[in-house]
């Protein structure tokens, strides 16, 4: 009796706190791809054994290039607040690197640095997009995208692709999805969660499209540009009708391994950037000094540098894909970049599996965590219900085991 009394009342006083708390975050939905860390977490810390495939974090550590970088920074007395765009230097660097990778012109006065790639999305879609705004979503589209729209009181519209189109939207779906009210369309390239990469073609054959309505913007979310195996990436700004609506997002954390350092980057239409800053400047101001100086090292050095992370991936890729294909079930298609593969795993909606119904990805998902102890993300979270996503940013031991206790799991 005391015990239900407690849970009574416990529940309660979550639901008072709840009332009390705004509806802009009442409706914000918890990411899951934190979500299923956390509870990886929690279920590791009781002693069991989890292997995470669930979050997108390089398992390489930082190149010593970079650290050292950082080090001389602390040495030479970086300490203070930093300007809200970034360093000059930075900034320098950051444009040197667009035209050396992306052949695109941008000036330090087009350039804002953010904490993280993440805050350079947010901060662009909170000073674009109105309430009522409409937001393009080819779908599967990376979990916050929809989050950050909902915030700004935009109306997500997601464009559905299926494993058959490699998930990649066409024109014609493009053009049907327009509507008066679009003002914002999200690309990334390679795809977080599928792997998939547009080509120049795809890219110029969607621009014709968009040339045809003025009033579209576009953000180019290109934070896995250098995670490619196949092909080479193209950046959308390159199409000149498109240069001056299209805003350029990228970052260190998945190409350099430096996840924590929290620096991320736009190019973009110098009104654009000056909104940012003026947004930026009244929620976290500059970011941080030492991971600034770390960062225009990482940039300035030649991509060969990490070409070592990029080959392990791509062995790692070969090793899930060819371990995936012999479960019954997963319908699967190679990715060309980013570390992820994203299998349709409908087969198994209506079937029970000791004793426990999937009626769903995520219960599908939830199954492999608690009976396989391997942790995965729905493809709910990513506007695909009918996949999971798996990264293979861990060791080739652990995805080797990690797929094993899966197919045992489903045999």
């Known amino acids: ?16 706190m709840h009332t009390k708390l705004s509806n802009r975050i009442n409706k914000l939905p918890v990411s899951q791809t ?27 550590n930082t190149p010593d290039f970079i650290k050292e970088a950082a080090k001389k920074a602390i040495d030479d007395n970086y300490n203070s607040y930093t300007p809200v765009n970034g360093y ?26 953010s904490t993280g790639a993440k805050q350079s999305l947010a901060n662009v879609v909170m000073v674009l997009v109105n309430p009522g705004d409409e937001v393009l979503l080819p779908a599967p589209y990376w ?8 915030l700004a009181d935009g109306v997500p519209v997601p464009i559905t692709t299926s494993i058959k ?47 045809k309505h003025p009033n579209i913007y576009v953000i180019s979310d290109e934070i896995y540009e250098h995670i490619l195996f196949e092909g080479t990436n193209f950046s959308f700004a390159r199409i000149k009708n498109m240069y001056d609506r299209t805003i350029t997002v990228n970052g260190v954390s998945k190409s350099f391994a430096m996840t924590g350092w929290r620096v991320g980057y736009i190019g973009a239409p110098e009104w654009i950037a000056k909104a940012c800053t003026k947004m930026q400047g009244q929620i976290t101001s500059g970011t941080n000094c030492i991971a600034q100086m770390a960062t225009i090292a990482a940039l300035e050095a030649s991509v060969s540098k990490i070409k070592f992370m990029v080959d392990e991936f791509k062995v790692r890729r070969t090793l899930i894909l060819d371990l995936l294909s012999q479960i019954k079930g997963f319908e699967l298609n190679k990715p060309e970049g980013a570390f992820y593969v994203f299998p349709n795993i409908s087969y198994y909606f209506g079937k029970t599996i000791q004793g426990i119904k999937i009626n769903n990805a995520s219960d599908f998902s939830m199954l492999i965590l608690e009976k396989a102890n391997v942790a995965t993300v729905t493809g709910e979270a990513f506007g695909a219900p009918n996949c999971i996503r798996l990264s293979y940013a861990t060791s080739q031991k652990l995805l080797t085991e990690a797929i094993k206790r899966i197919a045992e799991l489903l045999k």
């Open 88 to 113: 000059l230097s930075l900034r320098e660097a950051i444009a040197n690197k667009f035209k050396r990778d992306n052949l695109l012109d941008y000036t330090t006065n087009q350039i804002v640095v």
């Open 1 to 16: 009796m005391v015990s239900f009394v407690f849970y009574y009342f416990s529940l309660l006083n979550n639901l008072m």
């Open 34 to 60: 934190l979500a299923m860390a956390a509870k990886a977490r929690v279920l590791k810390a009781e002693g069991k054994d989890i292997i995470s495939l669930s979050l997108g974090e390089p398992d390489f």
């Open 143 to 150: 979990v916050s995208y929809e989050a950050m729209v909902n």
């Open 165 to 211: 189109s490699n998930f990649k939207i066409t024109p014609e779906q493009l053009e049907k999805a327009i509507t008066p009210k679009t003002k914002l369309l999200f690309f990334n390239s390679p795809n977080n969660p599928s792997g998939s990469v547009y080509s120049e073609e795809e890219y110029r054959a969607l621009a014709k499209i968009l040339e």
